[in-house]
T-cell receptor, first 114, second 113 residues
Framework: DTGVSQDPRHKITKRGQNVTFRCDPI?????LYWYRQTLGQGPEFLTY????????KSRLLSDRFSAERPKGSFSTLEIQRTEQGDSAMYLC????????????FGDGTRLSIL | AQTVTQSQPEMSVQEAETVTLSCTYD???????LFWYKQPPSRQMILVIR??????QNATENRFSVNFQKAAKSFSLKISDSQLGDAAMYFC??????????FGTGTKLQVIP
């Protein structure tokens, strides 16, 4: 069990550019989650996958955001035409199944928009 | 819809003493779970303790225990024999439905040597 892995750890980009983050969950976990965390706040839910199906999306996830989990394993989160307000820590988590199973978090990707 | 409120932005405790972090929540789910997560500076979120709402018995994990008051929708965390390594942000959270976790705004715990 190598834990949840996220890449890159840090991303600095200019406003208007596109960015893509990757998350590799714990191998036997079928559920995968993306959260956004800004300074001084708790993580906010963005979206959730069960296997390859995206089952829920937050209203926070504007049309500039898209997430995929094509083979039910790793996931990508893409932000198009980045804005200053997108600067945040993007956290990925995975879990094995029902609601009583805890989510295991990755280290996160910190995005800074210049 | 779920909300979690942590009214203590910061707390401090002397090493080896006991501290209690407060949390209240609201949920429309009949079956839900409650968690406390710990996030050390620049490090990943780690589960500290969890409680199934249908269980009346308070969960304990070594030095960590909860006081779960379902009618009052209160879920406080008690840390006994505080250690320097306990210093971190602590997030109270609840989940239901698709297991989407709703977090509070966190309490920053400082442990004084």
């Amino acid at each position: 069990d190598t834990g949840v892995s996220q890449d890159p750890r840090h991303k600095i980009t200019k406003r208007g550019q596109n960015v893509t983050f990757r998350c590799d969950p714990i191998s036997e976990h079928n559920r995968l989650y993306w959260y956004r965390q800004t300074l001084g706040q708790g993580p906010e839910f963005l979206t959730y996958f069960q296997n390859e199906a995206q089952l829920e999306k937050s209203r926070l996830l504007s049309d500039r955001f898209s997430a995929e989990r094509p083979k039910g394993s790793f996931s990508t989160l893409e932000i198009q035409r980045t804005e200053q307000g997108d600067s945040a820590m993007y956290l990925c988590a995975s879990s094995a199944g029902p609601s009583n199973q805890p989510q295991h978090f990755g280290d996160g990707t910190r995005l800074s928009i210049l | 819809a779920q909300t979690v409120t942590q009214s203590q932005p910061e707390m401090s405790v002397q090493e080896a003493e006991t501290v209690t972090l407060s949390c209240t929540y609201d949920t429309s789910e009949s079956d839900y779970y409650l968690f406390w997560y710990k996030q050390p500076p620049s490090r990943q979120m780690i589960l500290v303790i969890r409680q199934e709402a249908y269980k009346q018995q308070n969960a304990t994990e070594n030095r960590f225990s909860v006081n779960f008051q379902k009618a009052a929708k209160s879920f406080s965390l008690k840390i006994s024999d505080s250690q320097l390594g306990d210093a971190a942000m602590y997030f109270c959270a609840t989940t239901g439905g698709y297991q989407k976790v709703t977090f509070g705004t966190g309490t920053k715990l400082q442990v004084i040597p």
